[in-house]
């Protein structure tokens, strides 16, 4: 199906409620706009290779979107030895789009850092996780603070292989990620950390999908959002375990951060379970900076800038505290660390 031949999903979809396609669309709705290709940067060891991406029996729209804006698509090969790879993403010009490829086995570590000004950027990463293997993947999203970003995943872990998945969302003003993990055999896991922060009008929705399709398999998620100003978070989990699938362990829980009355931040677990013997469990909250906390900070000479700053950090930290790949968990509390500090100084 082409993208001509698609509805322009209604807001009664859930995917579509809080971000309607005309809001993330980078024109009109009716158009593909030319656009230009995200520039790749990158280091360590593995491979990189040019290829076409084809996505006909996809029937999702931001999918099909994406690729007929831009087909081309950076396949990286990770034959894993333990090595950390290092990938920037920088997306400048009126519309960017760009696709990746990820194909791991062994043991490494993938640090995505997206950087730019376009005024709107397209990003797809698809990944597959080999039989045997344990993957640590991050990703940051610092795009300077007038971009729109419209980006989805599609994972597929395979036997005996782990997904230690860490995100930081900082940059954007309107942000719309789309994330599919697929549990395909016994044995493997997921373990997904999401941390976002938001300021002045920031809108940042994220949802994610955890399928458990066959026997024993687990998975973890956990997102928190601090939000400011007249910033607004969603986070939607859309956890499914099939008949099949006993003997699965899944749960996700929410914990959103409220720094201004004017801020919003809603949190949905959606659990569907067709199997009896499953552990399955997910939790919500939402709550407003702990006065108490805020005027002991300034007690000790703190500005209310630095003292929020220090708040949200200690709030935010805590969501990497879950992952055990150290590079990651170091990698996004420093670029937290780095960007609080940038805010406190103006």
Not at 131 to 144: D, R
Not at 320 to 331: G, P, T, V
Request: aromatic letters at 6%.
């Amino acid at each position: 199906m082409t993208y001509s031949d698609m509805e322009i999903p209604s807001r009664s979809s859930h995917l579509w409620r809080y971000t309607p396609w005309k809001r993330i669309h980078p024109s009109k709705v009716e158009v593909i706009p030319s656009s230009d290709e995200i520039t790749l940067l990158h280091d360590g060891d593995f491979e990189v290779k040019d290829e076409v991406r084809s996505v006909k029996d996809s029937t999702e729209i931001s999918r099909v979107f994406l690729s007929e804006c831009n087909n081309r698509m950076n396949v990286i090969e990770i034959d894993g030895k333990g090595q950390l790879v290092n990938i920037n993403l920088i997306a400048n010009g009126e519309t960017t789009v760009g696709h990746l490829d990820i194909r791991c086995k062994g043991e490494a570590t993938v640090i995505i850092h997206l950087s730019g000004s376009s005024a709107w950027t397209g990003l797809h990463i698809t990944g597959t996780i080999d039989k045997n293997s344990s993957i640590g993947y991050a990703f940051v999203n610092e795009l300077e603070s007038n971009s729109k970003l419209l980006r989805c995943e599609d994972w597929d872990v395979h036997r005996d292989s782990s997904l230690e998945y860490g995100e930081l969302s900082i940059g954007g003003f309107r942000n719309k990620t789309d994330i599919r993990t697929n549990l395909c055999d016994s044995n493997s896991s997921l373990n997904q950390t999401v941390a976002v922060y938001g300021i002045d009008s920031r809108h940042d929705d994220h949802h994610m999908e955890i399928r458990h399709l066959v026997k024993h398999t687990e998975s973890s998620l956990t997102m928190n959002a601090a939000c400011g100003g007249r910033s607004h978070s969603i986070g939607t989990g859309q956890l499914f375990i099939a008949e099949d699938a006993s003997g699965s362990n899944a749960g996700q829980v929410f914990h959103n951060l409220l720094l201004s009355p004017d801020a919003r931040a809603d949190a949905i677990p959606e659990l569907e379970v067709l199997s009896d013997e499953v552990s399955a469990a997910h939790g919500a909250a939402t709550a407003p900076i702990d006065k108490e906390q805020f005027h002991y900070l300034l007690s000790r000479g703190f500005s209310p800038n630095h003292a929020e700053a220090l708040i949200v950090e200690g709030f935010l930290v805590n969501t990497f505290s879950a992952l055990k790949n150290k590079m990651i968990s170091d990698d996004l509390k420093t670029r937290l660390k780095i960007h609080l500090e940038c805010g406190i100084i103006g």
